[in-house]
């Protein structure tokens, strides 16, 4: 069974988590590595959550305020041996039920044009292509998506 916690960056599960993360990210990313690292710092995210199966921490994401209505998801990672079996769509599912009981209205995200199976999870959760945002903008391999989850009054 899957248990989902709401933590902060001081956890330390998801700091395990994330760097195995970073790990997978350094070996993928290659050379373009230090630009994105940059951009994914956890110190001081209020807004985490941390996948448990078993007792056994199994996958983490986090959101972080974008703007006055908008939350950016961060940090998504499923440890390999527990992929495809819902952990990352649970996950995510939590964060933007987290993004609502705050009060915002939509949440964007950034990944690498060759994350297929992270465009497809974030795909199949109604995320939908948007023009790249803010450090993104005119990054080759980068794409950027968004999903409203409120529609304003």
């Known amino acids: 069974m899957l248990k989902l916690l709401r933590t902060t960056s001081e956890n330390p599960d998801f700091r395990i ?3 195995k993360l ?3 990210l350094a070996i993928r990313n290659g050379e373009s590595n ?3 690292a940059q951009f994914n710092k956890i110190d001081l995210i209020q807004h985490v959550v941390v996948a448990f199966r078993d007792e056994k921490a199994v996958g983490c994401g986090a959101i972080k305020k974008f703007d006055e209505s908008t939350m950016e998801v961060k940090r998504m990672f499923v440890i390999p041996e527990v992929r495809g079996k819902g952990v990352a769509g649970a996950v995510l599912q939590e964060l933007e039920n987290w993004a ?3 009060g915002m209205e939509k949440c964007v995200l950034e990944t690498g044009d060759d994350m297929i199976d ?3 999870l974030y795909q199949k959760f109604g995320y939908t292509p948007t023009p790249k945002y803010g450090q993104y ?3 080759e391999g980068s794409v950027c998506f968004e999903k409203v989850l409120v529609k304003s009054p």
Do not use: C, M, P, R
Request: proline share 0%.
């Open 137 to 139: 903008q005119g990054v």
């Open 34 to 36: 230090d630009f994105y």
């Open 100 to 102: 609502k009981d705050l």
């Open 118 to 120: 992270a465009i497809g």
């Open 17 to 19: 988590l994330v760097s």
């Open 22 to 24: 970073d790990h997978y």
